[in-house]
């Protein structure tokens, strides 16, 4: 069963082909990617018309990637899977009309995937494959979450951000230290340099008993300290991230530790863009290693967007008998904003 994948919900247009045959984890047989940080580095953020038009320009080039890659022609695929939501409207239509128009020359089905269960399964792809159950730490752009995770489709929601996700806190910081956009990366490391002990910025919800998090009041806090700082920043800007970072992780940490001991699971995977972050990284293995609990991360190229992580998940809803949606009538819509938990199967 080859499967065509195609992720346009934010400013990667991602496209791969995975092999689900059988019952083993689908495997990776090509894939690529073209991100559009540098276009709307510019504006500071993502400009959704321009992204919909540049995932226009780039899906059908990186669809001929992939195959070339995978040494198969288009005619072999027998499934084609687009991100349905949650992301950009104007994206997320590109990819699914892109998708049900291949999908209708090739006179295959179609399947609409949500785009957090392709980063949720998306460790799978790694060398060290979890396996269900799991406590799974949904950290990115957009969401920060924590779920337990029974299986394919079965996603229980324990607790998530009230307000900004963890990557929002790392861009919304960065952006306030002139780092730019996004912020993440160049904030993380900027932070090797600096002292996470420097300021004293605040944890919310850290002690509020329950797995929610708040990262709102971190931006402000880091707002006050830079303009305490005048014209010092500079010479303090590393210290600062440095600390901003350290408040992120901990909370993130704690909570995770928290879920776990809650759950009395013993296996934590983590996914989504902040799950690149070098130090969130080694404090969770820190923690979970002093606990006896493994930890599973994606490959770090495939932590943030990618086709690789949409082509996997519908692979593994066809081989779990869940791709009910898969349609042949090439009618398609897309969902700007759609609950993970909406996918969840009765227990
Ligand atoms: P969502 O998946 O919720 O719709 P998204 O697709 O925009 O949102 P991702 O692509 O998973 O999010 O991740 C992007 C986020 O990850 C950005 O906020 C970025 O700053 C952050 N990020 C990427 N690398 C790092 C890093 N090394 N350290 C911290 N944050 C990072
Ligand atoms: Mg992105
Ligand atoms: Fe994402």
Request: aromatic residues 4%; contains cysteine; charged residues 20%.
């Amino acid at each position: 069963m080859l499967i065509l994948g195609i992720e346009s919900s934010c400013d990667e247009t991602g496209v791969a082909l995975v092999d689900a045959s059988g019952s083993a984890v689908p495997r990776l047989l090509g894939h690529a990617l073209h991100s559009q940080i540098e276009m709307h580095q510019a504006y500071g953020g993502v400009v959704p018309e321009l992204a919909s038009r540049d995932h226009i320009r780039r899906v059908l080039p990186l669809t001929e990637a992939t195959l070339q890659q995978s040494g198969l022609d288009l005619a072999a695929v027998d499934l084609v899977a687009y991100t349905r939501g949650p992301g950009l409207a104007g994206a997320l239509l590109v990819g699914a009309g892109v998708a049900c128009a291949i999908a209708a020359a090739l006179d295959k089905p179609t399947l609409g995937v949500h785009h957090l269960e392709g980063h949720l399964l998306s460790p799978f792809l790694s060398a060290d494959p979890p396996e269900f159950p799991f406590i799974a730490l949904l950290v990115s752009g957009g969401h920060t979450q924590l779920m337990r995770v029974d299986g394919v489709g079965r996603y229980e929601l324990l607790g998530e951000t009230i307000d900004d996700a963890a990557g929002e806190a790392f861009d919304k910081s960065a952006k306030l230290l002139g780092l730019g956009y996004p912020g993440g990366p160049a904030l993380s490391r900027l932070a090797r340099q600096g002292d996470p002990e420097a300021f004293k910025l605040p944890r919310p919800l850290l002690h509020s008993g329950d797995l929610d998090f708040s990262f709102a009041g971190l931006k402000t806090a880091v707002l006050t300290q830079a303009r305490k700082l005048g014209t010092e920043l500079p010479a303090r800007q590393a210290d600062l991230a440095a600390s901003t970072q350290a408040a992120i992780v901990e909370v993130l940490v704690k909570k995770s530790v928290a879920a776990l001991k809650q759950s009395g699971l013993k296996r934590l995977v983590v996914a989504g863009g902040v799950g690149a972050n070098a130090s969130l990284r080694e404090q969770l293995d820190a923690a979970c290693a002093k606990r006896g609990w493994r930890v599973h991360y994606p490959e770090l190229h495939l932590c943030t967007d990618n086709g690789a992580m949409i082509a996997l998940a519908a692979g593994m809803r066809v081989q779990a008998g869940l791709a009910d949606r898969a349609a042949a009538d090439y009618a398609f819509d897309v969902r700007p904003r759609w609950p993970l938990a909406e996918l969840s199967l009765p227990a």
